[in-house]
């Protein structure tokens, strides 16, 4: 197998785990549009590292951070619906990031590797960088599981019971914006989002416990990233929308057969 | 040093506060919701906030909770007091699988055993494995009240318990209140808008309308002009005696069951 090819897996494999656990609580928690928010951010990211020269991942990191942080802090106000105001900030980052990247006038940037990312040309730091914040999102996840889980179902209780519920907020956001950064290579802006809501989503239409959900959508999205890689091999089609398209697949077999059986809830 | 022991008899004394709210107010924007509040619970006592609807009942509860920060006012708490609270409402999210048992894990207590034996005082052992979301409205009010207790709260706070159980239920489910009151030793705050039912039960009603209307023992607070104003003659007639003369009980769902002989 070509270098390049198990860079890609690698990749692919330690994102689909963790995204199966995080993307379970971006479905109970409604925030997809969130993720698709932070996921838009991210190009200003870049926009503004390549402007100041400072290192590219680390600034798509802390602009995903800080996004995410105005987002929370933002959302409690209540003359603006959550929606609009997420919205707001997405379509301004995208532009924004757009614009800086044009005034920029640099050349060394494809839009489009960002927008759909670039598994198989994916380089060495790349790959550690993946691994390593894919290992300590999931390994927080884990220590936090059940408050997490708590906060999720019910604020109120959650916080009477001894849970820091403010703190878990903004630790689910920040574990949100790190993930995004570190997968914008990987599956790019545009798809990030659907990584993360379709393989949950699919476990859904199985799982009989949270903890189900997750393992299986974390199953689903390895599935999806081994046939979405090979598929790109194969047929010589981009890697990131391949893999989407396998989790799309899975998704939509599995609520036929759920149709098709009655069994579905 | 006489005094000292003296101190401690009272600390653990039937009537030990638990907790103590004192000149609570409350505004949003402009609008004051509670006024001058004070109020306090008892170990081993029921109190039951009454008022119409939008007087502050559930603000009240929030403050006491900890959950709002009052405008004026302090509460006071036990050190290391332990509260047990039934939420007027639970919703799932239907993308969320959780059974039962599942969600009273969500406490930290994972031990089968203890999880086990609460649900059968409240009489729904046959719910452990269900879907939470599968399970009826009455059913669920006492999935939440299981809740509530695993963790052995001293200071029991429940809001509108028997909401969404039928009239047959709902004298059920006071009555269990009123065991788990005794049994558990601990002090319960309770929000009720049925009067007639919670009234034989309850120690001392307070009746709200942003600030204290009265308060009192149940046949006392009936009396009062500021009671009766806010609720008619007619609250007064149904809160004044409830009285069972049953010869069947009714199950979760109120279906009728026969009744059966004591079982000693």
Known sequence: ?265 | MQQSTEITAEANDEHEALIRAKGIAVSFDTHQVLHNVDIEIQRGRIVTLIGPNGAGKTTLVRVILGMLQPDHGEVWKQPGLTIGYMPQRLHIEPTMPMSVVRFLQLTGIRQSDVIKSQLEMLQISHLADQQIRKVSGGELQRVLLVRALLRQPSLLILDEPAQGVDVSGQAELYSLIDTIAEQHHCGILMISHDLHLVMSTTDEVVCLNHHICCHGKPEQVSHDPAFLSLFGARGADNIAVYTHNHNHSHDIDGRVIEEEDDHA
């Open chain 1, 1 to 265: 197998m070509p270098d390049f090819i198990v860079y890609a897996l690698v990749a692919g494999l330690s994102l689909a785990l963790v995204a199966g656990p995080l993307g379970s609580f971006v479905v109970w928690r409604r925030m997809s549009y969130f993720g698709d928010t932070l996921a838009h951010s991210a190009l200003l990211g870049i926009a503004i590292g390549l402007l100041s020269g400072a290192n590219l991942q680390l600034s798509i990191v802390a602009v995903c951070i800080v996004a995410s942080l105005i987002l929370v802090s933002m959302s409690r106000q209540d003359n603006v619906a959550t929606d609009a105001l997420l919205g707001i900030l997405a379509h301004s980052a995208l532009a924004f990031g757009i614009v800086l990247l044009a005034l920029s006038g640099s050349t060394q940037v494809s839009l489009e590797a960002y927008l759909f990312g670039e598994l198989l040309t994916i380089s060495t730091p790349d790959l550690a960088l993946i691994v390593l914040v894919s290992i300590t999102v999931l390994l927080i996840l884990l220590m936090f599981w059940n408050r997490f889980l708590s906060f999720t179902v019910h604020e109120e209780l959650a916080g009477i019971e001894g849970v820091s519920v403010q703190k878990l907020r903004y630790l689910l956001v920040i574990l949100m914006a790190v993930t995004t950064a570190a997968a914008l290579k990987i599956v790019g802006v545009l798809l990030i989002t659907s990584l993360l809501i379709i393989p949950p989503a699919a476990a859904r239409q199985l799982a009989r416990s949270p903890e189900q959900m997750a393992i299986l959508a974390s199953l689903l999205g390895c599935l999806s990233v081994l046939l979405g890689v090979f598929v790109a091999f194969q047929l010589d089609t981009p890697a990131g929308p391949s893999i989407v398209v396998m989790a799309s697949l899975t998704y939509f077999i599995l609520h036929l057969s759920n149709v098709v059986t009655g069994k579905g809830s």
